[in-house]
């Protein structure tokens, strides 16, 4: 099964419903379950603990696929994949912040970060970017 | 705390084409999404179908498996959605796409809205009172 394939099977998975359930064998930390029944009850975070515990692997297998659809698209297709500058202005964009109107500022922070940090995430780049912004006293 | 991210027409055709010049602009917003729904924010991409329409996404055509592929979810043009669309359509004299996501960012529960559009002014337009975060490609 290649990478596609399996993005396909788990994606048929998750929309087929959730109607169907079984009891599993899976072995979660008591503590970790403990916590869940805990934010339930004290904190009505899900209508149960199988509601919150469903929820968080969906939400974390659509992650798992959109990131895996995102790197077999630049894969194959490299001038579609984005610099960490893109992303720190996508990033900006989403979240309205008050440097997103600037996006040479932020490629700038982007070329900086990205030369000592190759791992940098968008984030870092725009604190970068807005420490940059703050005049010296 | 949902964030949700709509999709315009442009930015689906720029989406769906490696060769767009957008494309790069909204693969990067597509992938700071599946990054922070990675990270466990509650973040999803949807298309309201009668964008959907007037991009000519069709899901059972191959041409389209990259965005059925990045769970880019439905968001139907059902009673409740066709009633507030009409009213933006007969008030802002915008096309049924547009009235859709008007609609759209009018009925959600998201604590916040994103569209990524070629037209800033029309999302204004059909958001009324609603705030709303845009992304202008």
């Known amino acids: ?137 | 705390m949902t964030h949700l991210i709509v999709l315009d027409n442009e930015a689906v055709q720029a989406l769906s084409d490696p060769a767009h010049k957008k494309h790069v602009r909204v693969i990067s917003h597509v992938r700071v999404a599946a990054d922070r729904k990675s990270r466990g924010l509650p973040i999803r991409i949807v298309v309201p179908t009668a964008v959907r329409v007037e991009a000519g996404w069709d899901r059972t055509e191959p041409a389209w498996a990259l965005l059925n592929r990045l769970l880019i979810g439905d968001i139907t043009l059902d009673g409740l959605n066709a009633n507030i669309a009409a009213s933006i359509r007969q008030d802002a004299r915008v096309p049924v796409a547009d009235a859709h996501i008007g609609a759209v960012i009018q009925a959600t529960t998201a604590a916040k809205v994103t569209v990524v559009t070629s037209d800033p002014g029309d999302v204004r337009r059909v958001a009324a009172d609603r705030e709303v975060n845009v992304i202008t490609i």
């Open chain 1, 1 to 137: 099964m290649d990478v596609l394939q399996a993005v396909d099977r788990i994606t048929e998975l998750l929309e087929s419903g959730i109607g169907q359930t079984s009891n599993t064998s899976m072995r979660i930390p008591t503590a970790l379950r403990d916590a869940a029944a805990v934010a339930v009850r004290e904190l009505g975070a899900a209508s149960s603990t199988t509601a919150l515990t469903t929820a968080a692997l969906r939400a974390s297998l659509e992650a798992v696929v959109m990131r895996a659809v995102l790197d077999d698209h630049v894969r194959q297709h490299p001038e579609a994949r984005p610099t960490l500058g893109d992303l720190a202005i996508a990033a900006a964009e989403l979240d309205g912040h008050p440097l997103a109107g600037e996006p040479a500022r932020i490629r700038q922070a982007a070329v900086e970060v990205e030369a000592r940090h190759p791992d940098a995430e968008p984030e870092d780049v725009l604190l970068w970017a807005e420490a940059r912004a703050i005049p010296a006293s």
